[in-house]
């Protein structure tokens, strides 16, 4: 079992930043993919960052590229979610989760599916 507690939300202006944190618990975090989700009213969980394992590789959704970095202590458990020049479309619940058999899969997966395990997310509200 493991378990994700994320941190960091708040209510921002546009063109500020925030940091996420996500710190899991238990003893092989360095060896979960993990990955950054965000849900806004009205609509459908989304993609928007991944790191792996191995800390080497990172994706982005097409509308963060640039603004957001993803990044992992492996020593602390913890990821984090560096986001920059926020924009009133950014504002949703943002969620951190676990990929337990990254190591099973050629790449990081950008698929909420295939993440094993979800913190509660935290609120990211961005004002015009």
């Known amino acids: 079992q493991v378990q994700l507690v994320e941190s960091g939300g708040g209510l921002v202006r546009a063109g500020d930043s925030l940091r996420l944190s996500c710190t899991a618990s238990?003893?092989?975090?360095?060896?979960?993919?993990m990955g950054w989700f965000r849900q806004a009213p009205g609509k459908e969980r989304e993609f928007v960052a991944a790191?792996?394992?191995?800390?080497?590789?990172?994706y982005y959704t097409d509308s963060v590229k640039g603004r957001f970095t993803i990044s992992r202590a492996n020593a602390k458990n913890t990821v984090y979610l560096q986001m920059n020049t926020l924009k009133p479309e950014d504002t949703a619940v943002y969620y951190c989760?676990?990929?337990?058999?990254?190591?099973?899969?050629?790449?990081?997966?950008?698929?909420?599916?295939?993440?094993?395990?979800w913190g509660q997310g935290t609120q990211v509200t961005v004002s015009s």
């Open positions: 238990g003893r092989t975090f360095s060896s979960y993919d």
């Open positions: 790191i792996s394992r191995s800390i080497e590789n990172t």
């Open positions: 989760a676990a990929d337990i058999r990254g190591n099973l899969r050629p790449v990081v997966s950008t698929y909420a599916g295939t993440y094993d395990y």
